[in-house]
């Protein structure tokens, strides 16, 4: 992708005040940093995960910022073993071996922030591949069985950014904390 990259996600913005005030956050699958650098701004510690990180390589010297290039469909063991994180962003990425490890990143009191393609899409064009679009409630019920508390869920078709069919959810782990106020 050429030129900056898009604003952070509404879904993710309305939903970034789940995470702890200071708290370290997970930005998978980062791209060009969208995510991450709405986190950094808010005053977290944030961990980007991308295979390709050149285009967060200008945050290598944030103080709060940490980079790490890793393939994450290359079969090998995931990156962050044992690490947990007060908010874990994905945003536009699936990968179904990984999911597990994804809800297992969130730390007691940390919240989960996700949007991506679902099924239905193929009619709006890219991802059209079923092994890259989430099933009806797929997220939902992957949060519940991982004893995350539903915040918000949507699997709708939208307009903006482009039109798309998405799953979209925010979620948090109970512990630590149980002050979590939904966002406007």
Do not use: W
């Given at each position: 992708m050429n030129g900056p990259d898009p604003e952070p996600s509404a879904w993710v913005?309305?939903?970034a005040a789940l995470v702890r005030e200071g708290g370290?956050?997970?930005?998978?699958a980062c791209g060009g940093g969208r995510h991450a650098r709405l986190l950094?701004?808010?005053g977290h510690r944030v961990a980007m995960l991308d295979?390709?990180?050149s285009r967060v390589a200008d945050?290598?010297?944030?103080p709060r910022a940490e980079i790490l290039?890793?393939?994450?469909?290359?079969?090998?063991p995931w990156p962050l073993a044992g690490r947990r994180f007060d908010g874990v962003v994905?945003?536009?990425?699936?990968?179904?071996p990984i999911l597990g490890h994804v809800l297992d990143a969130v730390a007691p009191g940390g919240a989960l922030v996700y949007e991506t393609f679902a099924e239905g899409n193929?009619?709006?064009g890219r991802p059209r591949n079923p092994d890259f679009l989430l099933r009806r409630g797929e997220l939902r019920d992957l949060a519940r069985a991982a004893g995350l508390r539903i915040v918000a869920f949507e699997d709708i078709a939208v307009a903006e950014p482009r039109p798309a069919v998405v799953q979209r959810i925010a979620a948090v782990r109970p512990g630590g904390r149980e002050d979590f106020s939904v966002p406007p």
């Open positions: 913005a309305r939903f370290t956050a997970l930005d998978l950094l701004a808010r295979r390709d990180t945050l290598a010297s944030h290039a890793r393939d994450l469909e290359d079969g090998g994905v945003a536009n990425y699936l990968h179904r193929e009619a709006f």
